[in-house]
């Protein structure tokens, strides 16, 4: 937690503040458009195979193009930010972008913080905010083998779908029954 009179990067203004959940030592709140910084830090905390399971092949960098683009929020892009108290730093990322009644999306947890439920928590506060705001279903490519992802897409859903492309599936989550 910040101290008085420090701002807490996981409630650095009111807005953020008041649209933020918090369970189990977890704060999850909006990320506030071109927060470039917050996107850089928690790619930072991700090791090589992360890297290569999030963004479907090696990334040793985010180019300032790749930056901008990950860390818009507009009317179609929605992401969501994950702070564990004690940590100053941003521990997750979780970001949709919406195509009509669809929207993909795509999560990621620091190394040190995966296994924890973290990732879990931010993908079931995004299909939340997607139901919410009347998104029918969403698309998620995941790339290899990766339990972890397909066991947080069909636990956010009330169904799934795969369609395997060599490397890559493409999962379908639908949120209505
Ligand atoms: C995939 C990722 C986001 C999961 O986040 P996490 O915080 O580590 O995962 P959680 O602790 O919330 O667990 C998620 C689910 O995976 C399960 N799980 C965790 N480790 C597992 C493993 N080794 N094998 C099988 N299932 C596993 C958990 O039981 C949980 O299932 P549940 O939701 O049904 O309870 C995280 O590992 C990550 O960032 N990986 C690298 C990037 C990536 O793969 N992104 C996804 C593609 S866009």
Redesign the pocket.
């Given at each position: 937690m910040a101290r008085r009179g420090e701002a807490d990067p996981a409630l650095d203004d009111d807005d953020a503040a008041m649209q933020s959940r918090y369970a189990d030592g977890l704060t999850i709140r909006p990320l506030r458009n071109g927060e470039v910084g917050t996107v850089a830090a928690v790619f930072a905390r991700?090791g090589p195979a992360?890297r290569v399971?999030?963004f479907c092949g090696a990334k040793s960098r985010l180019s300032d193009r790749e930056l901008e683009s990950l860390s818009r929020v507009d009317a179609a892009h929605h992401v969501l930010v994950g702070f564990v108290g004690g940590d100053p730093e941003p521990v997750a990322v979780a970001r949709l972008v919406r195509d009509g009644a669809s929207a993909e999306i795509?999560?990621?947890?620091a190394d040190a913080?995966?296994?924890?439920?973290?990732?879990?928590?931010l993908a079931s506060a995004l299909a939340a905010d997607a139901r919410a705001a009347g998104i029918r279903e969403l698309t998620?490519?995941?790339c290899g083998d990766?339990?972890?992802?397909v066991?947080?897409l069909?636990?956010i859903g009330r169904s799934l779908r795969a369609a395997r492309r060599g490397w890559e599936t493409e999962f379908v989550v639908g949120l209505r029954g």
């Amino acid at each position: 937690m910040a101290r008085r009179g420090e701002a807490d990067p996981a409630l650095d203004d009111d807005d953020a503040a008041m649209q933020s959940r918090y369970a189990d030592g977890l704060t999850i709140r909006p990320l506030r458009n071109g927060e470039v910084g917050t996107v850089a830090a928690v790619f930072a905390r991700l090791g090589p195979a992360a890297r290569v399971k999030r963004f479907c092949g090696a990334k040793s960098r985010l180019s300032d193009r790749e930056l901008e683009s990950l860390s818009r929020v507009d009317a179609a892009h929605h992401v969501l930010v994950g702070f564990v108290g004690g940590d100053p730093e941003p521990v997750a990322v979780a970001r949709l972008v919406r195509d009509g009644a669809s929207a993909e999306i795509a999560f990621e947890v620091a190394d040190a913080y995966q296994g924890r439920g973290i990732g879990r928590a931010l993908a079931s506060a995004l299909a939340a905010d997607a139901r919410a705001a009347g998104i029918r279903e969403l698309t998620a490519t995941v790339c290899g083998d990766n339990p972890p992802a397909v066991s947080l897409l069909r636990s956010i859903g009330r169904s799934l779908r795969a369609a395997r492309r060599g490397w890559e599936t493409e999962f379908v989550v639908g949120l209505r029954g």
